[in-house]
């Protein structure tokens, strides 16, 4: 009974984690024109880190990613968090700080996050398109390297994809942009 009644915390538990971080990348993605998301940069020709590989949420130029993180993926299960940029120009970005993974172990919703010290390259930005506003490049490759290694839950055919391609975001930069000259 007693160990019943642990699984059943633990899975309560989790989909609450889940549940918390899917409120939190919701509540930093916004409504509304990407342009009014978008943060000052510099040069209007760099690009952006669509959170959560949503181009049509909060775009985000050099992010510190503090408290929880930022969304890298749709399914808020990697976070980049405490990220100091060494570089970014039009073509790659270069930073440091840390990955959050969800080991999706027994299942993402019960999974454990580690957190892991990396160094993140972005690279291979798009034009996406937003009707009568400016068109803004979005990032569209993430590597990684990580300094210390992985955890060994990340190991092998566990550990996270490297390098990643947001093909969503590919896709939805191209369908933004059909039609337009």
């Not at 454990?112 to 398109?129: E, G, Q, R």
Request: contains cysteine.
């Amino acid at each position: 009974m007693l160990t019943t009644n642990v699984r059943r915390a633990r899975r309560v538990a989790g989909w609450a984690g889940v549940v918390c971080a899917a409120l939190l990348a919701t509540a930093c993605n916004g409504q509304g024109s990407p342009t009014s998301m978008v943060s000052d940069a510099p040069n209007p020709s760099v690009a952006y880190l669509a959170q959560g590989q949503d181009i049509h949420g909060k775009l985000l130029f050099m992010p510190a990613c503090n408290g929880f993180g930022c969304a890298l993926s749709g399914d808020s299960t990697t976070f980049l968090s405490k990220m100091t940029w060494k570089s970014w120009s039009e073509t790659q970005a270069v930073g440091v700080g840390t990955e959050k993974l969800d080991g999706c172990s027994p299942n993402c919703a019960a999974g454990h996050i580690y957190s892991v010290a990396t160094v993140v390259t972005l690279s291979n930005p798009v034009k996406a398109c937003f009707g009568s506003d400016a068109p803004h490049r979005v990032w569209t490759k993430v590597s990684f390297k990580f300094p210390h290694g992985l955890p060994k839950a990340l190991r092998g055919d566990s550990a996270p994809q490297n390098p990643w391609v947001f093909s969503s975001v590919i896709t939805a930069a191209k369908q933004s942009c059909a039609g337009q000259g």
